[in-house]
């Protein structure tokens, strides 16, 4: 998918104003950064509306970046994502974040792609777009992002920054979450990026790649090594350095997509060993720590900050309810493993 894609996608109805506008009595009565809510839109009112194409003025791209801003700031501060919220509160988060994505989608659609301005502040929108996508589970808008990121780092003109390779390791990593067991999508995205931006000795490279072959061969205990905190290659821009605008949410996305893998290749893991094993020990032995080895390969242990971490008999608890494991008479510590159909 190309950057014209993002002209085609039509976020939702409406009449060319954003979800959550206001009248133009109120406009007059609020200053001019309530201006942004009402601001035209050329997609969406068919090239009707006087200044139908404001967005194509940087100086107004730059206003309605800031006013996205405070909207992004008011959501994180009003729902902050905990596993005690209700239902209500699920869904009032999920409308909240569904609107600064599009609102985003806006400014790259109508402003950047449509003016073809390119630089730093290019790259910010689609970058802060990319890691809110994730951090927001929204598959529909990481979809047009990530490969019209990708076609904008090919341009001639595009020259790569201090911290482009952790926003390529990010869009690798998306797509051997999204697209997990397959790898087709993950070579062919590392095949199309330039060298400038991903060269072939830096830390990212050699981390993601490394990464993707563990997952090939099923090496689940490496697995949870590579993706263990201290594994991530910070000096190399895996991990972004302190004092770029983006430096916490892309970090966030970053541990929000490991995170996101561990539960999929547990998953797998799980699945071979209820093949491969009749019984399973949870016992501590002196020399052969099977507890440990569980442990690893099922990575139930994480020190990613907000992963989950599992404890192993509360996870074997939880399977035999589910009828994947039985505890096994008269041994403590010991499960007999029920065969998957």
């Not at 506008?21 to 509306?49: D, N």
């Not at 440990?292 to 399977?319: A, M, Y």
Request: glycine content about 8%.
């Amino acid at each position: 998918m190309s950057n014209s894609s993002w002209r085609n996608t039509n976020p939702g109805r409406g009449t060319g104003r954003l979800r959550g506008t206001h009248t133009k009595t109120q406009l007059a009565e609020s200053g001019p950064r309530r201006k942004m809510e009402l601001i035209a839109s050329v997609s969406r009112s068919g090239g009707l509306e006087k200044d139908g194409d404001a967005l194509k003025d940087f100086e107004v791209q730059a206003e309605y970046r800031e006013f996205v801003q405070g909207k992004l700031d008011d959501l994180l501060q009003k729902y902050p994502r905990h596993h005690a919220e209700s239902e209500t509160q699920s869904r009032q988060r999920i409308d909240a974040q569904e609107n600064v994505l599009l609102l985003f989608r806006e400014l790259l659609r109508e402003g950047i792609i449509s003016s073809k301005r390119i630089g730093s502040f290019t790259l910010e929108v689609y970058e802060t777009s990319l890691y809110l996508a994730i951090l927001f589970d929204s598959p529909r808008h990481i979809g047009p992002v990530i490969p019209a990121l990708m076609s904008y780092f090919n341009l001639p003109s595009t020259e790569p920054h201090n911290h482009c390779a952790q926003t390529v390791v990010i869009s690798l990593l998306y797509h051997l979450v999204a697209a997990y067991p397959s790898q087709r999508e993950f070579h062919s995205n590392v095949g199309s990026i330039p060298k400038a931006f991903f060269p072939d000795d830096c830390g990212a490279r050699l981390w993601i790649t490394s990464l993707a072959r563990c997952i090939r061969a099923r090496n689940y205990a490496q697995i949870n090594q590579f993706t263990a905190l201290s594994a991530l290659p910070a000096d190399n821009g895996v991990l972004p350095t302190e004092g770029n605008r983006n430096s916490d949410l892309s970090r966030k996305a970053l541990y929000h997509l490991v995170d996101l893998l561990r539960g999929k290749t547990r998953e797998m893991a799980w699945t071979v060993m209820r093949t491969a094993y009749r019984e399973l020990s949870c016992q501590m032995e002196p020399k052969l720590d099977t507890r440990g080895w569980l442990e690893h390969s099922l990575g139930l242990l994480s020190d990613i900050p907000g992963g989950c971490s599992i404890n192993l008999d509360h996870w074997l608890e939880r399977e035999c309810t589910l009828g994947h494991v039985r505890r096994k008479e008269g041994t403590e510590g010991r499960w007999i493993v029920c065969k998957p159909r």
